[in-house]
């Protein structure tokens, strides 16, 4: 009988050893053996590998009666898998993964040991996220055969997979380990050896950022995270997916991105190492930011640092109608939101004109939420009744609430503020929508500064549920308690923050977007894989590059440019890459090019 032909499309990687069998080593064991691949299970725990087969058992189980697989299918899938506490098993294996503690010391050692074991055409990947892949190959007889191979958690259901280069690593081990990444069904990038890789280099300084926010007292843990998830889309805000990840985690993959970019932005908050040295370490220990029922329980209990609901507020002053004050997108989608809630809305432009094509542009949307089944064509008709198109702000004589909206022109705001406050009667609560200006410049426009106050909605005003609430040092307590009952009743989150540049969610996420400018800067990874990785690995819902030209690459440089300017550091400095396409007229997908190219309507 003839040997049986093997699949020349197959990836010549057939039997793995993973050495390490906690929570990554024991999801990466399962990813290999529903691909086909026999696999070697490696721990010096007995317990750990035990519970490795545990895990496998219960989820092929699963897997069965959602009849993803068939009973046969898994008894097949289980024999694939033998665990051991003896490193001498994985000779006969193709490529071994160690998924070991992140330490230099326990990493060199596991590598040391299987240089005597392996065989000389074996590939050995290290599965660390913060350490140098060049160190730990460098301590190997055969650092040709060393590269990164770097899942995220948990790796079951996460697709992207770094597959990281040293300088030292053989072209053809890394095109083997891409094509087996293809073969598990992962979606792989390639990239080069520095702290963070890709995903991490620019999702951890996001993160720390984050950590230095709330350390500073600037805004709760609870807007914090309130504000990435809903003004950005994010599944976790970051407080919550540092507990997640291990607060001493996070804290040791800082230490090794800082200490080769020496980029504050890198340098772990003081409370990491705090909280770590503390032993609240996040999910796994029961506490770290939040508070959990039980260590590695998901479950967020109250404690001492939970808000009580409307606590301190006080009496807000009362709002029946709203003016708002501007012709653009963002004008007419607040005003569609508060005459959506009732309110009787007056929305002024510079002519008349331009205010009755905001309102017919109100009238579209409204009809296409009819269309949709959102509303009754009677709601929308009642809606659009409530508001009325105005010439000027003088208009706004009546109103309780004034909410402006015009350009992002600090001397723009302050001559409508002075406007604002000639016009409109005593007690009237003025807001600016602003998104990097000083609120206590417009404030001190007018002769009520203690009625002022920073309401930043997000775009598009109608379907984005938060609404940042920007408090100055002059700001009445009643007209913050006002503004967080208007929020409350047109069903906006609201969360508090102080008046600073970016207030929560531009202070966060811009330095992410320009460090991954940084990154293509400095040709370490493509725009494309940039992009893949933050969907993939971060769980963003675009990527950087996808959301710079969205949102337009000159209203992002003049936000990094406001950023750099009020906390003065080097990190914050825009990118040379952004200023020169802002320069060169690209501005993303409103002119037709920015990073990519978009075809012109």
Do not use: W
């Not at 308690?481 to 929020?487: D, F, I, K, P, S």
């Amino acid at each position: 009988m003839a040997a049986p032909q093997s699949d020349p499309s197959l990836s010549p990687i057939r039997t793995v050893a993973v050495v390490g069998l906690g929570t990554m080593g024991t999801g990466i064991t399962e990813v290999l053996t529903k691909a086909g691949r026999d696999v070697i299970g490696v721990d010096v725990s007995e317990a750990a590998a035990a519970q490795a087969v545990a895990v496998l058992e219960t989820s092929t189980a699963r897997a069965v009666a959602r009849g993803r697989l068939t009973e046969q299918q898994r008894v097949d899938l289980l024999a694939r898998l033998r665990t051991t506490t003896d490193l001498r098993a994985v000779a006969d294996a193709d490529l071994v993964i160690e998924v070991v503690p992140e330490s230099y010391e326990i990493k060199q050692q596991v590598m040391r040991e299987l240089d005597g074991v392996v065989r000389p055409d074996a590939i050995i990947a290290t599965g660390t996220n913060a350490l140098s892949v060049t160190r730990l190959a460098a301590d190997s007889s055969r650092p040709e055969r060393v590269l990164g191979l770097h899942f995220f958690n948990p790796a079951p259901a996460m697709k992207l997979v770094e597959v990281v280069s040293s300088v030292l690593t053989a072209p053809q081990a890394v095109a083997a380990v891409l094509d087996l990444a293809v073969e598990l069904g992962k979606e792989p990038v390639a990239v080069g050896d520095r702290p963070g890789f890709l995903a991490d280099g620019l999702l951890f300084g996001y993160l720390n950022q984050a950590a230095a926010m709330y350390e500073a007292k600037y805004a709760s843990r609870e807007d914090i995270d309130a504000a990435m998830r809903l003004g950005c889309g994010l599944p976790m805000g970051p407080l919550a997916l540092l507990d997640l990840i291990g607060i001493d985690t996070a804290r040791t993959v800082l230490e090794a991105m800082y200490s080769e970019s020496r980029d504050r932005l890198h340098a772990p908050a003081p409370i990491l190492k705090q909280l770590s040295e503390a032993g609240l370490t996040g999910r796994k220990s029961g506490r770290g930011f939040y508070t959990y029922e039980a260590p590695g329980g998901a479950g967020v209990v109250r404690d001492a640092l939970t808000p009580l609901e409307g606590a301190g507020r006080g009496q807000g002053r009362t709002v029946r109608s709203v003016g708002v004050a501007g012709s653009g997108t963002m004008a007419s989608g607040i005003a569609e939101v508060f005459a959506k809630a009732g309110y009787a809305v007056v929305l002024a432009a510079r002519t008349e004109e331009k205010a009755q094509t905001a309102r017919a542009r109100i009238g579209k949307s409204l009809a296409r939420s009819v269309d949709k089944g959102r509303m009754t064509a009677e709601a929308a008709a009642l809606t659009l009744d409530r508001i009325t198109a105005a010439g000027s702000v003088d208009a706004f004589a009546e109103v309780d609430l004034a909410v402006e909206a015009v350009a992002e022109d600090l001397e723009v705001k302050r001559q409508l503020f002075a406007a604002l406050d000639k016009v409109c009667k005593p007690g009237a609560v003025l807001a600016t929508t602003t998104s990097s200006l000083p609120v206590v410049a417009c404030a001190r426009a007018t002769t009520r500064p203690q009625d002022v106050i920073g309401m930043h909605f997000f775009n598009p005003a109608p379907a984005m549920k938060l609404v940042e609430v920007v408090r100055t040092v002059l700001t009445a307590d009643d007209v913050h308690a006002t503004v967080r009952e208007v929020c409350a009743t047109i069903r906006k989150h609201a969360v508090d923050c102080g008046d600073r540049a970016g207030f929560i969610v531009n202070a966060l996420l811009f330095p992410y977007l320009n460090n991954a400018v940084k990154m293509v800067q400095e040709h370490y990874a493509t725009l494309d894989d940039i992009d893949a990785a933050m969907r993939l690995g971060g769980g963003y819902p675009m990527g950087p590059f996808e959301l710079l030209d969205v949102v337009g690459l000159d209203v992002s440089l003049a936000i990094e440019k406001v950023l750099h300017r009020e906390f003065r550091d080097p990190g914050l400095a825009p990118a040379p890459l952004l200023e020169h396409l802002v320069a060169a007229g690209c501005l993303g997908r409103k002119t037709g090019r920015g990073f990519r190219e978009y075809a012109r309507r």
